[in-house]
């Protein structure tokens, strides 16, 4: 199972809005609802920010936000801020050879 | 405080063997399904595999490059997942995590969403 395809890198202003987007396929990200985003500070465990492609955890800023169209998930951060700079990870479920298969990450750089 | 622990990690040779541990506390461990991903060096995360909980079978699923060489068990009688890794490869260095989803009022996310994660444990897979 190949990962999901995400940008290597996105940058954006503080204050400005960025999208991030994650392809996949109809076996994956197409197939099922289960579409999950995930943080990375340098040196820090992954921190989930959305599931099931639009849901945000307890805690997690409404300046995040997801949502998908056919095989394309996106993940959209507005208001950017310097502690939001980070890799960004998506995840989708998946029966073909793993249950969960995550795109090879995003690095965003907030200038 | 929910907390994931992880231990065991080290430096061992290629076709050599390795057992983590990950010590859960402050939820309810048992009826947790559990879960590892790794990431190599610089690299992205990868689901290496999963076990359920008793009350669901207790039965574990793998991605294919870990499995019939790596076994993920559990002791609910002490909190603790493991993950007894052989054959090692090169391609197995990494940081293992250990990982748990979570239940709304309306459905659980065990298989979909991971947000209680350990520090993680260091392999490196080198002769």
């Known amino acids: 199972q190949s990962a999901l395809t995400q940008p290597a890198s996105v940058s954006g202003s503080p204050g400005q809005s960025i999208t991030i987007s994650c392809t996949g396929t109809?076996?994956?990200?197409?197939?099922?609802?289960?579409v999950s985003w995930y943080q990375q500070h340098p040196g820090k465990a992954p921190k989930l920010l959305i599931y099931?492609?639009?849901n945000r955890p307890s805690g997690v800023s409404v300046r995040f936000s997801g949502s998908k169209s056919g095989n394309t998930a996106s993940l959209t951060i507005s208001g950017l801020q310097a502690e939001d700079e980070a890799d960004y990870y998506c995840s989708s479920y998946t029966l073909i050879n793993t249950l969960v298969v995550f795109g090879g990450g995003t690095k965003l750089t907030v200038l | 405080e929910v907390q994931l622990v992880e231990s065991g990690g080290g430096l061992v040779k290629p076709g050599g063997s390795l057992r983590l541990s990950c010590a859960a506390s402050g939820f309810s461990f048992p009826n947790a399904w559990m879960t590892w991903v790794r990431q190599a060096p610089g690299k992205g995360l990868e689901w290496v595999g999963r076990i359920k909980s008793k009350t669901n079978g207790g039965t574990t699923d793998y991605a294919a490059p870990v499995k019939g060489r790596f076994t993920i068990s559990r002791d609910d009688s002490k909190n603790t997942l493991s993950l007894q890794m052989n054959s090692l490869k090169t391609e197995d260095t990494a940081l293992y995590y250990c990982t748990t989803g979570f239940c709304t009022s309306s459905s659980c996310h065990w298989d979909d969403a991971f947000d209680i994660w350990g520090q993680g444990t260091m392999v490196t897979v080198s002769s």
């Open positions: 099931t492609v639009s």
């Open positions: 109809s076996t994956d990200v197409g197939g099922y609802n289960y």
